[in-house]
């Protein structure tokens, strides 16, 4: 088996499971944030259950839109606050309360491990692969089953191995692979499959950059996105979790195991890659866009606002200012991101050359505030959907990016190839 098939065995208590088989399978931690949250409560109360099934493997996370952007906000939050209180749901982070995006949170937290099987009311859940576990998005009314049952039906995905080799050149990034991938496969050519990322630039990659990878898994229609758990995953997990931690052997696919489609990449001359409005995988290396004016450049979300994505954003803004015209908006991933990037200067140097550093939240990327976009407008985002509508006007444009091409970009007012500006 591979280790997607592996983890839902174990959750299922089956020995093996194969494609398209149905499991019921144990959930080991759920989460739900601001937006599918009160959803959630609504249809828990009308199964008719009392209490919620395990109220330490529930996770409720404020982020989408905070601090309140509207009377209907404040509500949102307000019911998820009464329902964590009444269900003594400890796991509640609550505005100013050591959170920040969700999908930040939750491992920074500990509450993934590899080999867990995690869900959550929100596509991009499948961020958790990264760290060995089968993490994937699930509805509302889907989360509120699982809030009384502790257990989800799931069809097992057959499985899409990319093998990545080659070394990154100085300011292309694991963005820029993911994109590259996304492009060649398609935003349906993963649909329903488990997409597992090997090869040695994988097992060379921050958790940081396979985070990265799993994030963006979803956009190619994927049910989750994964990588072997290393000593990598071991270093990052230390001290962030209780949880006694399997053995990674365990963890790993058969060396027999099969796949329906094995892609191969090679990152050496992988130049800086940008997907164009409005679709994820209408990816063009940077070469083919530069050039396009720009009206705000955003660094962020839960696919590009970790420490790592600042630090390669400020050392390419450093000593320089933002184009005028241009708004540049860095929105960190979590709380605990945002202090390390204070205490590294990150923060001074984004407000120096101009950009404006706001707290914690998915802001911009979903269109809820600080940062929508008006009509006519251009964005480059280090987010992860560039749909019609996504930021704001459904008469702006969004072009998706790493950090280091939006940074660039940010400089130049236009769309720029960071490795050109020699920093």
């Given at each position: 088996?591979?280790?997607?098939?592996?983890?839902?065995?174990?959750?299922?208590?089956?020995?093996?499971?194969?494609?398209?088989?149905?499991?019921?399978?144990?959930?080991?931690?759920?989460?739900?944030?601001?937006?599918?949250?009160?959803?959630?409560?609504?249809?828990?109360?009308?199964?008719?259950?009392?209490?919620?099934?395990?109220?330490?493997?529930?996770?409720?996370?404020?982020?989408?839109?905070?601090?309140?952007?509207?009377?209907?906000?404040?509500?949102?939050?307000?019911?998820?606050?009464?329902?964590?209180?009444?269900?003594?749901?400890?796991?509640?982070?609550?505005?100013?309360?050591?959170?920040?995006?969700?999908?930040?949170?939750?491992?920074?937290?500990?509450?993934?491990?590899?080999?867990?099987?995690?869900?959550?009311?929100?596509?991009?859940?499948?961020?958790?692969?990264?760290?060995?576990?089968?993490?994937?998005?699930?509805?509302?009314?889907?989360?509120?089953?699982?809030?009384?049952?502790?257990?989800?039906?799931?069809?097992?995905?057959?499985?899409?191995?990319?093998?990545?080799?080659?070394?990154?050149?100085?300011?292309?990034?694991?963005?820029?692979?993911?994109?590259?991938?996304?492009?060649?496969?398609?935003?349906?050519?993963?649909?329903?499959?488990?997409?597992?990322?090997?090869?040695?630039?994988?097992?060379?990659?921050?958790?940081?950059?396979?985070?990265?990878?799993?994030?963006?898994?979803?956009?190619?229609?994927?049910?989750?996105?994964?990588?072997?758990?290393?000593?990598?995953?071991?270093?990052?997990?230390?001290?962030?979790?209780?949880?006694?931690?399997?053995?990674?052997?365990?963890?790993?696919?058969?060396?027999?195991?099969?796949?329906?489609?094995?892609?191969?990449?090679?990152?050496?001359?992988?130049?800086?890659?940008?997907?164009?409005?409005?679709?994820?995988?209408?990816?063009?290396?940077?070469?083919?866009?530069?050039?396009?004016?720009?009206?705000?450049?955003?660094?962020?979300?839960?696919?590009?606002?970790?420490?790592?994505?600042?630090?390669?954003?400020?050392?390419?803004?450093?000593?320089?200012?933002?184009?005028?015209?241009?708004?540049?908006?860095?929105?960190?991933?979590?709380?605990?991101?945002?202090?390390?990037?204070?205490?590294?200067?990150?923060?001074?140097?984004?407000?120096?050359?101009?950009?404006?550093?706001?707290?914690?939240?998915?802001?911009?990327?979903?269109?809820?505030?600080?940062?929508?976009?008006?009509?006519?407008?251009?964005?480059?985002?280090?987010?992860?959907?560039?749909?019609?509508?996504?930021?704001?006007?459904?008469?702006?444009?969004?072009?998706?990016?790493?950090?280091?091409t939006v940074a660039a970009s940010a400089l130049t007012g236009r769309i720029t190839d960071p490795r050109e500006l020699g920093a």
């Amino acid at each position: 088996m591979n280790i997607s098939e592996k983890i839902l065995a174990r959750a299922s208590g089956k020995d093996r499971v194969s494609p398209g088989e149905i499991v019921d399978a144990k959930v080991d931690t759920v989460m739900v944030h601001d937006l599918t949250g009160p959803l959630a409560v609504e249809s828990f109360r009308k199964i008719g259950v009392k209490r919620v099934w395990d109220n330490k493997k529930i996770v409720i996370i404020l982020d989408h839109h905070i601090p309140a952007s509207s009377i209907q906000t404040a509500e949102l939050h307000k019911l998820m606050r009464n329902f964590a209180k009444e269900q003594k749901i400890q796991n509640l982070y609550d505005v100013g309360k050591g959170g920040g995006i969700c999908h930040q949170v939750m491992p920074e937290k500990g509450y993934v491990k590899p080999g867990d099987l995690i869900v959550g009311a929100d596509s991009h859940t499948c961020t958790y692969g990264a760290l060995g576990a089968f993490a994937t998005g699930i509805g509302s009314t889907e989360a509120a089953a699982v809030f009384a049952t502790g257990r989800i039906w799931l069809k097992v995905p057959g499985a899409i191995k990319i093998n990545v080799k080659g070394s990154f050149q100085k300011f292309v990034a694991p963005k820029d692979l993911i994109l590259s991938v996304i492009g060649k496969i398609g935003v349906d050519g993963a649909t329903y499959k488990s997409v597992e990322f090997r090869g040695p630039t994988i097992r060379n990659m921050s958790v940081s950059g396979r985070m990265t990878l799993c994030n963006m898994a979803v956009e190619m229609g994927a049910k989750n996105g994964i990588v072997e758990p290393d000593e990598a995953t071991l270093r990052f997990l230390k001290g962030r979790t209780n949880k006694a931690l399997e053995p990674f052997e365990s963890l790993r696919s058969d060396p027999d195991a099969s796949y329906e489609r094995v892609v191969n990449f090679d990152v050496a001359d992988l130049e800086p890659q940008v997907a164009c409005p409005s679709s994820v995988d209408n990816v063009k290396p940077v070469s083919k866009v530069v050039g396009v004016k720009i009206d705000q450049a955003f660094i962020g979300s839960c696919t590009n606002g970790r420490l790592e994505d600042l630090r390669l954003a400020s050392g390419i803004l450093k000593g320089k200012k933002v184009k005028d015209g241009v708004r540049l908006l860095v929105i960190p991933a979590s709380q605990e991101v945002y202090l390390q990037a204070l205490r590294e200067g990150l923060i001074e140097t984004f407000f120096e050359v101009g950009g404006v550093v706001c707290n914690p939240t998915c802001g911009p990327c979903i269109g809820g505030h600080q940062g929508i976009l008006a009509s006519g407008e251009v964005c480059v985002s280090a987010s992860n959907r560039n749909f019609i509508g996504r930021m704001g006007s459904p008469e702006a444009g969004v072009y998706l990016a790493s950090p280091a091409t939006v940074a660039a970009s940010a400089l130049t007012g236009r769309i720029t190839d960071p490795r050109e500006l020699g920093a």
